[in-house]
């Protein structure tokens, strides 16, 4: 189930060089490249003339040519040379897809080509370009149903024990049962607003310990000591399909929310295949204007983390096969409540279309 008619995350920009890259995305092969004078392309990747994948041949100028018998193609497509032979067949082309730039990722328009040029990339992303940030780019093949990993990034409650040396704060999955409040002073809340194509959820946890990678950070840029108590707050949007931003902030205790350390993590899947997705992610700050070091460090933690889902993920289909997820008659626990939001989201913009 991919909704098409939209804008996914098709590569970051290091990635497209003038040395073709093979890609599968919605189930389609694409060769994606920069021509010599900059340009993002995407085509079919299988040459019309006997099938080889173009992205085994190489860019000349603002073309490419098939390594098999040096056809080559233009980026929208067209067939514009083929050596030794001066009359072309007609109407040998490949399917060219649009492609944009925009918050610092490569996108691609896998649907009616019409209709890309009536919608922009996904608007929550916009807040990258109204600020100066710091900022790193990642990437993560994860052999799983991309809505695994929605589901995965909507139930917080999993950290404490997936992530246990990164991310996993403690009281997290009290979140299950707010009416039970843990002693000790910690204050738990979590509040979530649905809106047409997605969703904005807030989670706090008000004087707790915090997980090694913030209290390590809140140590070091803030001067406290180990073990205190702090207030975290995490803010996460999800727009349908596939988009997500995690803003996570940490505090003294009791203090204005100006004077929390925060990050912001992009966050883009695009389904590869039925039960594969490429992960893609964009780490980002800026309460340290550049600081190679504090992006570093936020976007190593945040690596760590997400391989520790691919894990979780990965054994998780493999348990699953080829049925949905929700073809089994399943336990579920009250943390399932958003998950169940984000999954009638994306099903309500697959079959609008």
């Known amino acids: 189930m991919f909704p098409r008619n939209m804008w996914y995350v098709a590569a970051t920009p290091a990635e497209l060089t003038r040395k073709p890259l093979s890609?599968?995305?919605?189930?389609?092969?694409?060769?994606?490249?920069?021509?010599?004078?900059?340009?993002?392309?995407?085509?079919?990747?299988?040459?019309?003339?006997?099938?080889?994948?173009?992205?085994?041949?190489?860019?000349?100028?603002?073309?490419?040519?098939?390594?098999?018998h040096g056809a080559e193609f233009s980026p929208d497509?067209?067939?514009?040379?083929?050596?030794?032979?001066?009359?072309?067949?007609?109407?040998?082309?490949?399917?060219?897809?649009?492609?944009?730039e925009r918050f610092g990722m490569v996108w691609i328009w896998m649907g009616s080509p019409?209709?890309?040029?009536?919608q922009a990339p996904c608007s929550i992303f916009e807040f990258i370009e109204k600020e100066v940030w710091d900022s790193i780019d990642g990437y993560i093949h994860i052999s799983c149903d991309y809505q695994l990993i929605n589901d995965n990034l909507a139930d917080t409650t999993h950290v404490p024990f997936v992530h246990p040396t990164t991310l996993g704060i403690r009281d997290v999955s009290r979140t299950r049962s707010l009416q039970e409040q843990p002693q000790g002073g910690t204050k738990i809340s979590l509040s979530h607003e649905i809106q047409d194509l997605g969703m904005s959820m807030r989670m706090r946890l008000l004087d707790t310990r915090l997980s090694p990678t913030f209290e390590n950070a809140f140590i070091?840029?803030?001067?406290?000591?180990?073990?205190?108590?702090?207030?975290?707050?995490?803010?996460?949007?999800f727009h349908s399909p596939v988009f997500w931003i995690f803003r996570p902030t940490t505090r003294e205790a009791n203090a204005a929310e100006a004077t929390g350390l925060s990050t912001d993590s992009m966050?883009?899947?695009?389904?590869?295949?039925?039960h594969s997705s490429h992960y893609f992610y964009k780490t980002c700050q800026k309460y340290a204007p550049?600081?190679?070091?504090?992006?570093?460090?936020?976007?190593?933690?945040?690596?760590?983390?997400?391989i520790e889902d691919k894990h979780v993920l990965?054994?998780?289909?493999?348990?699953?096969?080829?049925?949905?997820?929700?073809?089994?008659?399943?336990?579920s626990f009250r943390s399932d409540t958003i998950g169940f939001h984000v999954r009638r989201l994306v099903r309500k913009l697959a079959h609008a279309e």
Request: net charge negative; aromatic share 6%.
């Open 23 to 68: 890609r599968r995305i919605l189930g389609e092969r694409l060769a994606l490249f920069r021509t010599e004078s900059g340009q993002a392309v995407a085509l079919e990747d299988k040459c019309p003339h006997r099938m080889l994948p173009l992205s085994r041949g190489k860019v000349i100028g603002e073309r490419v040519q098939c390594a098999y």
């Open 77 to 100: 497509g067209k067939c514009v040379s083929v050596p030794g032979q001066a009359d072309l067949p007609a109407n040998v082309h490949v399917r060219a897809y649009p492609v944009c």
């Open 114 to 118: 019409e209709g890309s040029g009536e």
């Open 220 to 237: 070091r840029l803030r001067g406290a000591r180990e073990g205190q108590s702090l207030d975290f707050q995490l803010d996460y949007i």
């Open 267 to 274: 966050i883009m899947i695009t389904p590869e295949t039925e």
């Open 290 to 306: 550049g600081s190679r070091s504090e992006t570093d460090y936020w976007h190593e933690q945040t690596t760590q983390a997400f």
């Open 314 to 331: 990965e054994a998780q289909q493999e348990n699953i096969g080829a049925c949905d997820l929700h073809d089994y008659s399943l336990v």
